[in-house]
């Protein structure tokens, strides 16, 4: 006969009445023996955590501390009574992994309604929750379920077959509680001999399972309920009805109305965004810890985890505050963890360069070398063997980048082999052709480590592919598993894993765990395949839940459930405004709540989770000595207004506002960390004086500043910058001023320049020293071109016309003057641009295949049209072609560079190439240079301003270096011209006499070379007007425009600094008559 066992219901409110009342039920269920084992069951860890600590710091009956008290969750005790029984059945506790692969398998079998989205992630994600949600129902409720629509009747029946494909070998929680509960009635005496009573601490949402297992304990063993109560109908629902299944009811105050506990201050803020929330959390913290407040006593909580985690850990972090419980970083996110989902997410997304080489900078990839310090193979120097004598070494990832750029890999293996190997083979060929030239050997050695380079990363990228498109494919769940294992020893691991902090190798751990775990799913999903591992691998990970830090250990940091239980005596609550807190709740797509209604309250409905929030918040107030609400008036992200929360109004009444960053830290008590600190500083300075010009020198000699070399050169960039004058912070950089930079002076002696660089100073001097002078260049990327560049079609077009009328010229075949092109050359132009074409599409520069079939037949149609140009233009200027390409000083060139007298007894080394030279009557020249684009920007350009402020010097410096090399007089007639070939620009021609333009023109060479002597490199943008494209990549290098960077330099215009460079590219602009008489500026 089974006696009957008592059963009462204490109701108390949380936080330290909680623990009072649990230490009174613990002494009584003792009943005087301090060794006599008692089971509290709690509703999670951190709650036992806080309740086992409570009971360890109270004192009762003059002795401190507890014994033989046990703290269980439901599932845990479960587990204590009914493991031995499911272990002798063979059976194992499911995970999310291998619901997961059930479900994958019945929907490949029978996708029913999810037919088309079968083997989306998402689809396996949402049915393997509801297989969680639904194992809690009897049949007669899954029956009502599926008679709610056929979408409803698919997951029901989904998750029956689910159930009863995993029957045999795994158990549920719902199975473990019934075998607990067979255990219990099989022999109660022994159950309460080994739990003693029971105390059921804080319950909160109680499944009809867990109801069944404490029911059935009850029945054996003496049980106390410690409920805790709010006063809050809608937060005390879920309480009252968990109480209520187990037999029992709350007291009747605390389910009429009124606080069951109060905290001591209630306090609200509404600040300007969730920054600003954080700030004040940690600087409430931070004065707490002052007036003696254990971090392990405070708390900061919020209702959602996006943005707050991240921002309260960085927080925290930055003020060098410990902390506990929830953190940004997951085992998703952990440094292999998301190095290997990427890793086995490359097939996929179809091995495209941006994808590799993006994982490449962001995983700790590692490959074995040889080690040239090593020992021979007996391994005496090496330590252990032939192992030895090789090392880990990370990947060059950014230089193969560059490479894998520069050969214009796009996606796919083939495109990978093909690119790199032609591009390896080019810069082999390069490096051969400058061997022999010792002047030119440092090119030479600079294409050889490229070709080496980029056959390194092939190698790399082959081995890739292969290891990651494994043959034969495994053919098992075990064997994919050792298949993930060897990729993470070979790419991701090796002994430079122990270099990585503490919290990644521990996380890193996690994650080999969880490979060798989807190692178990053979039996359960009979088609394992690559793809199918790695979603499996990220369900795995993403349900792997990662704590930081212990509790106690630091400022308690998660959300606001987390904290409940727990007693604190300062608890900041963020997030506190409508959408947030309480939150915005989606309805299932799934199981909707109308659906869910049917199931009664086995089958928690959407809309009660805010209930759940507001219990958790009023047990949080409860709890603590002294709360802190915070509201977000904004949210930056957003750009929305926010609405206080209608619980901030309920518990702390109006907010005090605090309306910006600025005044919350001079309402501040102490500075959070150093950065606050310094900002204070520069606060009471600006509070203490009117802002004047010096005031800046004043503001260099705050402490806070002063002791701070890094912002007292912030504070003279930003005075120099928002001055009037032109200074070395933009780009005025006299005598000394280039920090060891040498800028070598276009007519020195060893310096060797050209057209195009000396048009880009007078275009830009910051962009000129940023190219010429830093060495920065801007990186096309092949990924963003879906047709062919501009540059790569005017060097096309070049190649074409320079390939024709080399080889016409060598042959005799040109065209007396005025003479057309006969009909064979005609049809052999086309011929070499068919074949240059067909080369430049093999190397991947023409773009993607549709648009460059449009382009290459335009190409071929304006060189048609451009035999008809060239015959008028031969015949306008009774003309032959001589040269084609007229090389100097360039790499490929027979002549070295050519010696310019630019006037005042200077001169310079110039090379370039000349695109076509042709005599004219009575020994002049002609020099040409092809434009494939439009001739807009030369409209103006003549006789009048052959220069166009300093941006075109090409023709001038052309004749002159074409006299030289041809040998013709200086006094012979000369002519320069720009043709543009092609339709769109319009098969025109701008230019004019050489012999007239020279002087203006070698005066504007004499500007550009005294600016670069000068160290004159000011950033000169283009007006700031809409354009589909970024003209310059130095002025505005994010794309984002260049307005600032305009008023700026327009603002300086008055500079006596700028005088001549503006004289040239402005020379009708105004200036200021200040600008005369200014002196002296800040350098």
Not at 980 to 994: I, L, M, N, P, R
Request: aromatic letters at 6%.
């Amino acid at each position: 006969m089974v006696r009957s066992m008592a059963l009462r219901c204490v109701t108390t409110g949380y936080g330290p009445p909680a623990h009072e009342a649990l230490a009174t039920a613990v002494a009584q269920a003792k009943g005087g023996d301090p060794l006599a084992p008692v089971t509290v069951v709690v509703p999670n860890h951190y709650v036992g955590l806080a309740a086992r600590r409570a009971l360890g710091r109270r004192t009762h009956n003059g002795t401190r501390g507890i014994a033989t008290v046990a703290f269980h969750t439901a599932y845990d005790l479960a587990e204590r009574l009914g493991g031995a029984e499911m272990a002798a059945e063979g059976r194992r506790g499911v995970t999310m992994t291998v619901i997961a692969a059930a479900v994958r398998t019945v929907l490949r079998s029978d996708p029913g309604h999810f037919q088309g989205v079968e083997t989306h992630p998402a689809t396996e994600r949402a049915l393997t929750r509801a297989h969680r949600e639904l194992s809690e129902l009897g049949d007669g409720q899954l029956r009502a379920l599926a008679a709610q629509s056929p979408r409803a009747a698919d997951v029901v029946r989904i998750h029956q077959q689910v159930a009863a494909d995993l029957e045999a070998d795994f158990s549920n929680e719902q199975q473990l509680s019934r075998a607990a509960v067979a255990a219990v009635r099989a022999d109660p005496y022994a159950v309460a001999r080994q739990l003693g009573p029971m105390i059921v601490f804080l319950p909160q949402r109680i499944t009809d399972s867990q109801a069944g297992l404490l029911r059935a304990v009850g029945e054996a063993t003496d049980t106390t309920i410690v409920a805790g109560a709010t006063g809050a109908e809608d937060a005390d629902a879920a309480v009252v009805a968990s109480v209520g299944r187990l037999g029992a009811e709350l007291d009747a105050p605390a389910r009429r109305g009124g606080r069951a506990g109060a905290s001591a201050t209630v306090e609200a803020l509404s600040v300007s965004d969730a920054d600003d929330e954080v700030r004040h959390a940690v600087r409430a913290v931070v004065d707490a810890a002052r007036a003696g407040t254990p971090l392990g006593r405070c708390a900061i909580v919020y209702g959602v985890e996006s943005p707050y985690v991240r921002l309260i850990s960085d927080a925290l972090d930055a003020a060098g505050i410990p902390r506990c419980g929830a953190t940004s970083r997951t085992v998703e996110t952990s440094l292999l963890g998301r190095s290997l989902l990427d890793m086995l997410a490359l097939r996929d997304r179809g091995f495209s360069r941006r994808v590799v080489m993006a994982w490449l900078a962001g995983a700790p990839v590692s490959v074995r070398r040889p080690d040239p310090d090593a020992g021979e193979p007996d391994g005496e120097a090496g330590g252990d063997g032939p192992a030895a004598r090789y090392r880990w070494q990370g990947v060059p990832s950014a230089a193969w980048e560059r490479e894998a750029r520069a050969a214009r890999v796009e996606s796919g293996i083939d495109s990978w082999r093909h690119r790199l190997t032609r591009y390896a083979e080019d810069c082999t060929a390069e490096a051969d052709h400058h061997a022999a030239d010792e002047e030119q050997a440092w090119r030479g050695d600079r294409h050889r480590r490229s070709a080496e380079r980029s056959l390194e990363l092939l190698s790399f990228v082959e081995q890739l592919h292969a290891d990651l498109d494994p043959r034969p494919a495994p053919r098992t769940w075990a064997e994919l598993a050792g298949w993930c294992q060897k990729l993470i020893q070979k790419y991701l691991g090796g002994r430079l894993r122990r270099s990585w902090p503490d919290e990644e190798r521990q996380m890193a751990e996690r994650v080999d765990r969880a490979v060798s775990r989807l190692g178990d799913l053979d039996g359960t999903d009979d088609e394992p395949s690559v793809a199918a591992f790695g979603r499996a691998l990220r369900l795995e990970l993403e349900g792997a839940a990662h704590r930081h830090g212990h509790l106690g250990a630091g400022v308690l940091v998660g959300p606001v459930d987390l904290a409940l239980g727990v007693e604190l005596d300062l608890a900041v609550v963020c997030g506190m405004a409508e959408g947030t807190f309480p939150a915005r709740r989606n309805d299932d797509a799934l199981l909707p709540d109308r659906e869910r209604l049917v199931a009664g309250s086995d089958l928690p409905a959407r809309a009660e989770r805010p209930g759940d929030d507001h219990r958790a918040l009023l047990a949080v107030v409860a709890a603590a000595g002294r709360s802190l609400l915070l509201h977000p008036r904004g949210d930056l992200r957003r750009a929305a207004d926010r609405s206080p929360s209608r619980w901030l109004t309920e518990e702390a009444g109006e907010a005090l506002e605090v309306p910006s960053f600025v005044a919350g830290l001079r309402r501040s008590g102490f500075p959070a960390h150093a950065q606050e600190y310094d900002t204070r500083c520069v606060l009471d300075w600006h509070d203490a004086r009117t802002r004047t010009a010096s005031g800046w020198s004043e503001l260099a000699q705050i402490p806070g500043v002063r002791q701070r070399p890094e912002l007292r050169r912030g504070i003279e960039l930003r005075r120099a910058r928002m001055s009037s004058r032109l200074t070395r912070f933009d780009g005025n950089l006299l005598a000394g001023d280039l920090r060891g930079t040498v800028v070598a002076h276009p007519a020195g002696g060893s310096e060797t320049t050209s057209a195009s660089r000396l048009e880009m100073w007078a275009g830009c001097p910051h962009a000129y020293f940023m190219r010429h002078v830093l060495r920065v260049e801007a990186i096309d990327d092949a990924d963003d071109e879906h047709r062919i560049s501009p540059l790569e079609r005017g060097s096309l077009v070049h190649r074409i016309l320079e390939r024709w009328l080399a080889e016409a010229i060598d042959e005799g075949a040109v065209p007396a003057p005025g003479a057309r092109w006969p009909e064979s050359w005609r049809t052999h132009l086309l011929a070499v641009g068919e074949q240059e074409c067909k080369r430049l599409a093999a190397r991947g520069l023409v773009g993607r295949r549709l648009y460059w079939e449009h382009d290459r037949r335009q190409i071929l149609a304006d060189l048609v049209r451009f035999l008809d140009f060239d015959d008028e233009q031969r015949a306008r200027y009774r003309s032959q072609p001589v040269a084609v390409e007229l090389g100097f000083g360039m790499p490929h060139s027979a002549s070295g560079p050519v010696r310019v007298e630019i006037g005042d007894g200077r001169s310079m080394s110039v090379r370039g190439s000349i695109d076509r030279v042709e005599a004219t009557p009575h020994g002049g020249l002609l020099v040409v240079d092809y434009k494939t684009g439009s001739s807009r920007a030369f409209e103006k350009l003549g006789a009048d301003d052959p220069t166009l402020g300093g941006h075109r010097l090409q023709l001038v410096l052309y004749d002159l270096a074409a006299r030289s090399l041809l040998g013709i007089a200086d006094t012979a007639d000369g002519h320069g011209a720009y043709w543009f070939v092609s339709t769109k620009g319009q098969f025109s021609d701008v230019g004019y006499a050489t012999n007239a333009a020279r002087r203006q023109v070698l005066n504007a060479v004499n500007a550009i070379v005294d600016g670069v002597g000068d160290g004159l490199f000011p950033l000169h943008p283009d007006e700031p007007v809409w354009r589909p494209w970024v003209p310059c990549d130095y002025c505005d290098p994010d794309g984002m425009g260049t307005r600032d960077q305009w008023r700026d330099f327009q603002r300086k215009r008055d500079d006596p600094a700028l005088a001549r460079y503006l004289d040239l590219v402005d020379p009708g602009g105004e200036r200021s008559e200040a600008a005369q008489s200014a002196e002296g500026a800040p350098r």
